[in-house]
């Protein structure tokens, strides 16, 4: 550290599909006060080392989403992260695309996929044509209504979370954190006249293919808080139909099965999940499985003070907070 400044170095992935066979790493090396946003240097880099690298932003006021992109493997807005506290906890500033989305090039992705699967949640209201709203006329909600969907509107559709998710990453079909989150918002409106039909579709659209490893809500710069959203759809989801995917048989039949005695019954629960027929398809599987942990086969003993986990699912019942 000189002065007020820090000595950085970065390692920018650079990638041109037209000329480059791979991607490759550039460092470059500046002198810049502790508290510059890394897209201030970016731009700094760009206007006097090299005009080829290639970003995207807009605002530089952390509202319009453009500018997301890795630092040091983190999902974030990089007009807003300042440099000194990357170099403090990483001694560098490595700057990648966001993945999950094909690299058009060095830090600008195509977010086409991104967008198609907000379009296809039909992100705005649909209300009955039977009940025109009166002309001239406002349809407002109670402030208790707005609450519910109070997080969603921060979204600023940067994509973060679709590019740290890995739901995304293993399966074309998901729709991703961001879709699910707006369509949330949709579903809980009580202005919407397609409610249920949306939780109908959602259920075989790729709702259960959420992991619930909450990458989606660390990642989020705006705190939106995705995989609680999809939680949300989750329950809403089963309560508007019961268990038909196997992603609702599952979630139900581990709650029961927890229940039951405290702990999981593994085999009761693939054939909770799966069926019969799921248990005769994943034999081979199962037969692996039993090999490794033959305790598998048998059903577990109750734990002690199982009355206590009673407790906590009554609670819940309730909607309180556990004990
Ligand atoms: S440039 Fe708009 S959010 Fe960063």
Redesign the pocket.
Known sequence: MTGNTVHATFDIYRFDPTHDAQPRYQRYELDLPPHTPI?TAILKIRAEADPTLTAR????????????MQVNGKSR????TQIGPELARDGRIVLEPMRNQKVLRDLVVDQEPFWRRYDEIRPHLILDPTKPMPEGKENPMTPTEVERFRETPRC?A?AACYSACPAVEADPEFPGPMALAKLYRFVVDPRDQAHQDRLVRIQTGGLWLCLRCHLCTEACPKDVRPSERIRDLKEMAIAVQGGTEAGSRHAIGFKENIRERGLLNEMKLVRQTSGLGGLVGQAGQGMRMMRKKPEILKRPHPIEQLDEVEKIYEALDRKEAPP
């Open positions: 897209l932003y807009s605002c530089r006021s952390a509202i319009c989403g453009s500018c997301a807005l990089a007009c807003e600023i940067c």
